[in-house]
């Protein structure tokens, strides 16, 4: 499948912190593609690299068939971008701003542009000095999306939304996908990402700690299963793949391997199973699972 | 009330370790400049040298503009010489301090998270105060501290360093006040810096529409100079009658402009100005949806007021030529000091030099706070947005230099004509008039574009200091300059620093190609070599 964007071993060193460690990400054509990582793991220096505004120490990155740092000129005529604090000329009107906004990136739709502003519900004669963060965003969300581009690069986009205006962004989105473009979705949403996104790659300290479809990504984690047994469970803990177990009288909940779930299944009928529940990790856990283990091993190492 | 300036002393210190080195910074420069100064002039002055300088101060109506001759003492001949540049440099540093630690905290929102905290509305204010005062008392007694040493009057000592100080808090005050009226920390800083650029016009104008006592040695400045903060640092006349009591003037009028600051505060949202928003067009304009048409829009507005202020002034200096003249005529025997302040032996062409002069370092300022918005785009600003566009580097830059460049001759230009028109209709033969002294303006653009040229690389090497650096280029090639270079007496090589030293003294003297053509190619060397640095550096955006 052709990619937008392909990223290998890419390092980037601010003074002696580094920001990205050979972080490596592949976004095909035409996905929406989930980026996500806590504050600092390194989101939004991936996207100032990709835009160019920020030098890459090493690394291999190709992006729309060029080269982020030599050919950004001709790049940004293809793309879009919202950044994370959007930041406005105080003296200048909204519309103003959509209009140079869309000119400078290469043109911009009337129609489309008008649509979006209703969309929104913004009011393009206000001075953007007196928008808020929200109007602050969707004034750069309509300058992105009423521009004819391929590839839209969007950092936190939705944090200063309210839940209706979260509504029209997503179907903002689903809309520039079924034309065919390309969307990186860097987010701490969850119900965003998994309402939109294709696929995902999870950043923790500059490094890809995760990458695939939310199935994939499901897979390869644990399940939570709660169940109440007419007997106490025994040797639960000795299963292969439990983890977490807690036991309430009769009341038991642990996590699982999602490929060891037949076989602990199988352990459990032996106790009388009275009922039970299982959960499939959302996306969350999926991302609290790779935060998590820092966490724990901070409170308790003799565990580790 | 006092609920409102809860948190006042927790935000007192966060404001000093904040400010751990900056302000240091400014205190011991203007200290070690002091004991530069002075050791300068040193005290072998003969008690003939002295009464011949407090003359040169006395009697040139001109000369008084720069100080206040007031005796013929040597602690007098120091406050004479020294007094404005001293107090521009205190009061600047407290202008750029209260704007820092008040407006500009809410330009970055830092203001915002402040006040969501359990702190009074009016705590941040009145901290900003407080460090400011506390570092103005500090120079006042360093100044003291340094005049003593070098063997002068123990108590004027310490009232030639409480009228830099009651002259700094005055201009904190102000800046309090410009805080709350301007929309912006630049809109805050322009505003204090003009009344401070007035203040000094106009002690000036009162001292030199003042009288000299028979021997030449003492001015007692007209009504005006009592107008003017400067003007009261002055009159406290340090050195000779010691007039403590002016110091009750200060603070009363600090006390009047930090109650007017506290008052405007609650009469506004935080992060906004007092004047109403306006809501604007729907959509922009043909004429902005370019890089260079947005700087323009940017910048249009600061452009226009300094055309009319710069105009005004023109205006004025022009129309008093006439009087100069006449003046100037009843003396004799001061040509050779006019030769070595103007160049030239021809009175009046001298006088134009000086103002033209001071008129280039003014008009150099608007270039360098220009340029400066390059970097407040760049880091706090939506310059990445915009280089995320099909705009490059070199064009959003190039867009910015262009426009400053241009505004800043076109500023050269007006002071030129309208100088040169009104000296014609006073004086008779517009033409010949209006045509010599927009020359006289013209010849001072290269030496504001070094000084530009200079911004633009520290901004393309160094951007987190780029304000810092742009200011010690310019307050370099001030002090260094022809004007207060040569009133410092401050050695040759020194004064060859300052690009302005090598403009051409016209009218009095005749343009040479080569001093321009040397410093357009400083200018030009200066400019590319920051324009490839800025190319070749990330984008440095102040949040994470």
């Known amino acids: 499948m052709p990619t937008a964007i392909s990223i290998f071993g890419l390092v980037k060193n601010f003074g002696s912190t580094r920001a990205l460690d050979a972080f490596d990400m592949t976004v095909w054509d035409n996905e929406v593609h989930g980026f996500l990582g806590p504050n600092g793991a390194g989101k939004s220096t991936t996207i100032r690299v990709l835009l160019g505004l920020l030098r890459r120490d090493a690394?291999?990155?190709?992006?729309?068939?060029?080269?982020?740092?030599?050919?950004?000129?001709?790049?940004?005529?293809?793309?879009?971008?919202?950044?994370?604090?959007?930041?406005?000329?105080?003296?200048?009107?909204?519309?103003?701003?959509?209009?140079?906004?869309?000119?400078?990136?290469?043109?911009?739709?009337?129609?489309r542009r008008a649509e979006m502003l209703d969309r929104f519900k913004l009011d393009p004669t206000k001075k953007c000095g007196t928008y808020s963060k929200g109007n602050r965003q969707k004034v750069a969300i309509v300058a992105a999306f009423a521009s004819d581009v391929e590839l839209f690069l969007l950092d936190e986009p939705t944090s200063g939304l309210d839940p209706l205006m979260v509504m029209a962004f997503r179907e903002t989105v689903t809309e520039a996908r079924r034309e065919g473009r390309t969307v990186v979705l860097s987010s701490h949403i969850f119900a965003d990402v998994e309402a939109l996104c294709d696929r995902i790659t999870i950043i923790r300290q500059g490094k890809t700690v995760q990458a695939g479809t939310l199935d994939e990504l499901r897979h390869l984690t644990r399940t939570l299963i709660e169940v109440e047994t007419e007997r106490t469970v025994d040797d639960l803990e000795k299963?292969?793949?439990?983890?977490?177990?807690?036991?309430?009288?009769?009341?038991?909940?642990?996590?699982?391997?999602?490929?060891?779930?037949?076989?602990?299944?199988?352990?459990?009928?032996?106790?009388?199973?009275?009922?039970?529940?299982?959960?499939?990790?959302?996306?969350?856990?999926?991302?609290?699972?790779?935060?998590?283990?820092?966490?724990?091993?901070?409170?308790?190492?003799e565990e580790a | 009330?006092?609920?409102?300036?809860?948190?006042?002393?927790?935000?007192?210190?966060?404001?000093?370790?904040?400010?751990?080195?900056?302000?240091?910074?400014?205190?011991?420069a203007v200290a070690a400049f002091m004991v530069a100064v002075v050791s300068i002039w040193n005290g072998d002055l003969s008690q003939e040298e002295l009464v011949s300088v407090a003359?040169?101060?006395?009697?040139?109506?001109?000369?008084?503009?720069?100080?206040?001759?007031?005796?013929?003492?040597?602690?007098?001949?120091?406050?004479?010489?020294?007094?404005?540049?001293?107090?521009?440099?205190?009061?600047?540093?407290?202008?750029?301090?209260?704007v820092r630690h008040t407006r500009q905290d809410e330009d970055t929102g830092r203001a915002e998270l402040i006040g969501s905290a359990s702190v009074g509305r009016h705590a941040n204010l009145a901290s900003a105060f407080i460090v400011v005062v506390g570092a103005n008392v500090l120079l006042a007694v360093l100044i003291g501290l340094i005049l003593t040493f070098k063997g002068l009057p123990v108590a004027s000592s310490f009232a030639a360093g409480a009228a830099f100080a009651g002259i700094g808090i005055f201009f904190a005050g102000l800046a309090g006040l410009a805080a709350q009226l301007a929309g912006t920390s630049r809109g805050a800083t322009g505003l204090a810096l003009a009344g401070l650029g007035l203040a000094f016009v106009v002690a000036g104008i009162g001292n030199i529409l003042g009288r000299v006592d028979e021997a030449g040695v003492r001015v007692v400045s007209a009504w005006p100079a009592w107008l003017s903060p400067v003007g009261w640092g002055q009159q406290m006349r340090a050195f000779e009658e010691d007039h403590w009591s002016l110091l009750g003037l200060f603070a009363f009028s600090f006390l009047v402009l930090a109650a007017g600051a506290v008052f405007l505060e609650t009469r506004r949202d935080t992060g906004k100005g007092l004047l109403p928003e306006r809501r604007g067009p729907s959509a922009a304009s043909p004429g902005l949806l370019s890089p260079v048409g947005l700087v323009w829009r940017l910048q249009r507005g600061v452009f226009l007021s300094w055309a009319v202020g710069v105009g005004l002034f023109g205006i004025v200096v022009g129309a008093v030529s006439a009087d100069l003249e006449a003046m100037l005529d009843e003396l004799e025997g001061f040509d050779e000091i006019f030769e070595r302040i103007g160049g030239t032996d021809v009175i009046v062409d001298a006088a134009?030099?000086?103002?033209?002069?001071?008129?280039?370092?003014?008009?150099?300022?608007?270039?360098?706070?220009?340029?400066?918005?390059?970097?407040?785009?760049?880091?706090?600003?939506?310059?990445?947005?915009?280089?995320?566009?099909?705009?490059?580097?070199?064009?959003?830059?190039?867009?910015?230099?262009?426009?400053?460049?241009?505004?800043?001759?076109?500023?050269?230009?007006?002071?030129?004509l309208t100088v040169g028109v009104t000296a014609g209709i006073v004086m008779g033969d517009v033409a010949a008039w209006a045509a010599d002294l927009v020359v006289a303006g013209l010849v001072h653009i290269p030496a504001a574009w070094v000084v530009a040229g200079a911004v633009v690389l520290a901004f393309g090497l160094f951007p987190r200091r780029t304000a810092l650096l742009a200011w010690m280029v310019f307050v370099i090639a001030a002090v260094t300059g022809p004007f207060i270079g040569a009133m410092l007496d401050l050695p040759e090589w020194i004064q060859n620093i300052s690009p302005f030293i090598h403009v051409p003294a016209v009218p009095g003297e005749s343009v040479t190609a080569a001093p321009i053509v040397g410093l357009l190619g400083m200018a030009v060397l200066l400019t590319g070599a920051g324009l490839l640095a800025f190319r070749r550096r990330d984008i440095d955006v102040t949040s994470v």
């Open chain 1, 59 to 111: 690394g291999e990155i190709d992006l729309l068939g060029g080269d982020p740092w030599r050919d950004a000129v001709a790049l940004h005529r293809r793309l879009a971008y919202v950044p994370d604090d959007v930041k406005l000329w105080p003296t200048l009107t909204g519309g103003e701003v959509i209009d140079l906004m869309g000119k400078l990136r290469g043109g911009l739709d009337p129609a």
């Open chain 1, 239 to 301: 299963l292969p793949g439990v983890h977490a177990v807690e036991r309430e009288g009769l009341q038991t909940s642990f996590q699982v391997d999602s490929d060891e779930i037949d076989r602990v299944l199988r352990h459990l009928v032996q106790f009388g199973v009275k009922s039970l529940h299982s959960a499939p990790p959302s996306l969350e856990e999926l991302f609290m699972r790779h935060y998590g283990d820092e966490v724990s091993e901070q409170k308790k190492p």
């Open chain 2, 1 to 28: 009330m006092s609920q409102a300036f809860t948190g006042t002393l927790a935000l007192t210190w966060v404001a000093i370790s904040r400010d751990r080195i900056q302000l240091p910074v400014w205190i011991l």
């Open chain 2, 55 to 98: 003359q040169f101060y006395g009697v040139q109506p001109a000369v008084r503009m720069f100080g206040l001759a007031s005796g013929a003492t040597l602690g007098a001949y120091i406050m004479s010489r020294g007094f404005v540049v001293f107090a521009v440099l205190v009061a600047v540093m407290s202008i750029l301090f209260v």
């Open chain 2, 352 to 416: 134009f030099v000086t103002f033209m002069g001071i008129l280039a370092l003014v008009i150099t300022i608007y270039a360098v706070q220009g340029l400066l918005r390059m970097r407040a785009e760049e880091s706090d600003g939506p310059a990445e947005s915009v280089m995320a566009t099909a705009v490059s580097r070199r064009q959003w830059v190039t867009s910015y230099i262009l426009n400053i460049a241009l505004g800043t001759a076109a500023l050269f230009l007006i002071v030129g």
